[in-house]
């Protein structure tokens, strides 16, 4: 009879991961030895390869997102994590170590912390939220993609049908964005690309956008031509939103992921008399099932071309602070991520 496979090699009790013990500017965010917790029997504990910085991370380490707990300190960032299986516990049968897996929100890091985040060398989930990760995939490549490829996946599934429609992007040069673009193209969809700045256009047509317009607050037209467009990837809300809602054709669905421009929006109710949807995607909802579905799906896209990995910068997990910084510079495209 064959031997049982190792589950685990020599338990970690210690590591580095980046700690924040308070809100405030990047240089809150400190590089610090941690103790690692003994797994329970459904946790799985990953060799982080590549965390990425999310928008998320800046808001909730200036306090403007602050975490939902009594005591938030010591708080780990980071909402996502790529990297391959260290330790098992003693209930988990489908994975073995060295395994490449991904894992993303629910609860890692973000505002509900219910576990320590990604900006760590190991990172402990349980085995249900992670999703494996194909061999012959570059791993920066999954990383890049991450957790704005899952949330542009899921938000236009929202929308239905791409093939042959007329897709509105928001937001199109940032990392949902150009996720957003390059997924609807492989799709099948004409994608119109919004844009904050002239110096994005060339990047969003490179990323499979038909049209690329400029969005600014002092542009009279509307961006967009009154029920010209068949759906809305939305990831932006704030001014552009009303002229969003303007543009779907009856039937036409605008699926909002996130609000970088604001979350107060208005916009004319007679606009929804030609029926059309609003609906919404978080990654916060985002459970196992669906991000194994999600990630499945454009690893296999990554493996045949039909799209691309953005662009990605790689820097040294002690670096985060500079990262942040980095992030926080206007004319900073595609993903930032961070390795041990």
Known sequence: ?????????????????????????????AYEKVTLLTLSPDEVRARSMASAVNHTDLEIRAGNWPVKKAQPFPYVPGVEV?????????????????????????????????RTGGYAEYVTVSAAALAPVPTGIDCHDMAAVGLVGVTAFEGLRRIGALAGRRIVVTGAAGGIGSAATAIARAQGASVIGVVSRSDQVDYVRSLGAAEVTVSS?????????????????????????????????????????????????????YELIPPVMLPGCSSETLDGQALRKAAATLANWLVDGRIKAPTYTVMPLAEAAGAHALMERKGFTGRLLLAP
């Open 217 to 269: 607050p002092d542009k009279e037209a509307p961006i967009l031509a009154p029920q010209s467009v068949d759906g809305v990837l939305d990831a932006v809300g704030g001014d552009p939103f009303a002229c969003c809602v303007t543009a779907l054709r009856p039937g036409g669905r605008l699926s909002l992921v996130g609000a970088v421009g604001g979350s107060n929006v208005r916009f004319d109710a």
């Open 1 to 29: 009879m064959p031997s049982r496979r190792p589950r685990k090699a020599a338990a970690q009790t210690n590591a580095n991961a980046i700690v924040m013990r308070e809100y405030g500017g990047p240089e809150v965010l």
């Open 82 to 114: 790529l990297g391959k299986v260290d330790e098992m516990g003693s209930a988990v049968e489908d994975l073995r170590r060295g395994d490449c897996v991904i894992t993303m929100m629910q609860g890692l890091g973000g505002v509900r912390a219910e």
